[in-house]
Nanobody, 115 residues
Framework: QVQLVESGGGLVQPGGSLRLSCTAS????????VNWFRQTPGKQREMIAQ???????RYADSVEGRFTISRDNAKNTVYLRMTALQPEDTAVYYC???WGLGEHWGEGTQVTVSS
């Protein structure tokens, strides 16, 4: 059974940092394109970061230069390092893994940026 588990969310002050983790079981994340999405109430889920292959990465304009996606294949984990967080980054963050017709989602982790 495939499972993606996000962790690392929480409450952080503006300007602070967090690192989210997406750990997989049942699949090898290294074979998948992995995406981080976020969603706030009443809005569509937004893709903010992607890693494809070994090191092809792209970011939404809203997080470019502040967020970094990376893989640790030995831990079967993809990270999202988030810096210079602002209140508008408050959302539930989801991990998504895609390969061919296969797609898997985690259940999300809440990130709240507030003083």
């Amino acid at each position: 059974q495939v499972q993606l588990v996000e962790s690392g969310g929480g409450l952080v002050q503006p300007g602070g940092s967090l690192r989210l983790s997406c750990t997989a079981s049942g699949i090898q994340l290294s074979e998948y394109t992995v995406n981080w999405f976020r969603q706030t109430p009443g809005k569509q889920r937004e893709m903010i970061a992607q890693v494809a292959g070994r090191a092809t990465k792209r970011y939404a304009d809203s997080v470019e230069g502040r967020f970094t996606i990376s893989r640790d294949n030995a831990k079967n984990t993809v990270y999202l390092r988030m810096t210079a967080l602002q209140p508008e980054d408050t959302a539930v963050y989801y991990c998504n893994a895609k390969w061919g017709l296969g797609e898997h989602w985690g259940e999300g982790t809440q990130v709240t940026v507030s003083s």
